[in-house]
């Protein structure tokens, strides 16, 4: 019942290849200390690190902030097509701007996109947080919170594409091992302090628009953060020119030659719809527990309430999807990929099956726990068979169209929900459908999957 989580391998009783068994070599903790010691060593590094953790720290502020403002909020609807409405409106800059960052990232300064995109954001959340005290939860609201979140999206892009321009060599396997970990959990810090700010402030209108503030001030840091680097520094050295309009319409051209590739694969193929089918589950799981942690198991008007117990269940995600992690590597060794996706299915099945009876406490952090386990135990064996049976001319489009079907999954997921997920967030005929359809997926792909990847002979796109 998380927030997507990040990309992990093991090996599944097929040999790697030799870059990425040494890149996991690397990663023993001894040798990753070290090799985080020589990083912090290279001055681009750290300016352009420092960006990173200030800027996810504010993005952690401001998503923690934002849905207490849309989900828990006295002044929000309380309703399953609310949550669910607002929750998309979250997910869309993920579906949408995502796949596009990349055509302007190569044509505009990079360190200038995290310069002036987190200035804009300090505009957008202050902007935010004096109508929320004027005016309350209104349609401006949301409009300027999908345009935050969609200029995040190209910071965080913008992060990961000057990383090559500061770290060379070796390190920048462990550079892009870590940043990303790393600036998540500062991501995570940022959220769990505007959670204990909002402690400390009485509801209301004055407590919603605090956060926002408080998370516009940390924008601003990161902001003048990037002034410390040259501007060129983050390249490119040369920027693209010619058509916007061609270089867009070649990424829509790679998505589908992604999405043709893999189908001809099949192994691929397959699992990205079986991590489709269990995204689209999933997040309709998601928005039941916002709206059962709301209305349910805490008071609908304390805001504080609702807010902590949801915080409560995303921690037992966020443990079962560590657990994940560490079972991944050790269980999944002695099977095929395909069947550990399988067994991940049947655990998120038992896991809806929990919360049949009415659900109390302990029940929902269970299921939670176990969800997280299967999540994350599923998506490190489809990022395998990505990785494994997609070759390296087809290998960034498939992702590419991966990343897009991931975030769309859990959008679609909010439009059902909207109009089968009770207020209350909870009924015995939503768990046991839900079970019902990781169970059938699992038995589905587990026995009749494609083990094997078909041979592509010539090019697949159109």
Not at 78 to 85: E, K, L, P, V
Not at 303 to 310: E, H, I, Q, R, V
Request: glycine letters at 10%; aromatic letters at 8%; a positive charge.
């Amino acid at each position: 019942m998380g927030w997507p989580g990040g990309v992990a391998q093991v090996n599944f009783r097929a040999r790697e290849p030799r870059w990425r068994r040494a890149c996991a070599a690397r990663l023993d903790g001894v040798t990753v200390l070290a090799e985080l010691r020589a990083l912090l060593r290279l001055p681009g590094f750290r300016k352009l690190f420092a960006v990173r953790l200030v800027s996810q720290a504010a993005d952690g502020m401001f998503q923690v902030g934002l849905a207490n403002l849309l989900f828990f909020s006295p002044e929000s609807q309380g309703s399953a097509s609310a949550i669910a409405g607002a929750f998309a409106l979250m997910l869309a800059p993920f579906t949408v701007v995502g796949p596009f960052a990349g055509v302007f990232l190569d044509r505009w300064q990079r360190r200038q996109v995290l310069v002036y995109g987190n200035a804009v954001r300090v505009l957008i959340t202050a902007t935010m947080a004096v109508l929320m005290l004027t005016q309350g939860v209104t349609p401006a609201i949301y409009v300027l919170g999908l345009a935050a979140l969609s200029v995040n999206r190209f910071l965080l892009a913008g992060l990961s594409a000057g990383l090559p321009r500061v770290v060379q060599g070796d390190l920048l396997l462990t550079a892009n091992a870590l940043t990303p970990t790393l600036g998540a959990g500062a991501a995570f810090l940022g959220g769990g302090l505007s959670f204990v700010l909002s402690l400390a402030m009485p509801s209301g209108r004055v407590h919603d628009a605090t956060a926002l503030a408080c998370a516009s001030v940390v924008m601003g840091c990161a902001s003048l953060l990037g002034l410390r680097m040259s501007r060129t520094l983050l390249g490119p050295l040369e920027p693209a020119v010619g058509s916007i309009r061609n270089e867009l319409a070649n990424v829509v051209r790679g998505l589908v030659d992604g999405a043709r590739y893999l189908a001809a694969r099949r192994t691929p193929g397959q699992a990205l719809l079986v991590m489709a089918l269990h995204r689209f589950l999933y997040g309709v799981v998601f928005i039941a527990s916002i709206l059962m942690s709301r209305n349910l198991l805490a008071d609908p008007d304390d805001p504080t309430a609702g807010l902590a117990m949801f915080a409560t269940v995303i921690a037992a995600t966020g443990v079962g999807g560590g657990l994940a992690i560490l079972l991944t590597a050790v269980l999944a060794r002695r099977m095929a990929p395909q069947s550990w996706i399988a067994v991940m299915l049947l655990v998120a099945g038992l896991s809806q099956l929990i919360l049949v009876p009415e659900p109390g406490f302990a029940a929902v952090v269970t299921a939670a726990g176990l969800l997280g386990l299967a999540a994350q135990g599923a998506k490190i064996a489809v990022d395998t068979i990505v990785q494994r049976d997609s070759e390296d001319a087809y290998r960034g489009r498939a992702f590419a169209f991966y990343d897009v079907l991931y975030n769309a999954a859990f959008v679609g997921a909010a439009a059902l929900a909207a109009f089968l997920v009770p207020d209350a967030g909870w009924s015995p005929g939503l768990f046991v459908a839900l079970s019902l359809g990781y169970v059938l997926a699992a038995l589905l792909f587990g026995l009749r999957g494609t083990r094997t990847a078909a041979l592509v002979r010539q090019p697949v796109s159109g």
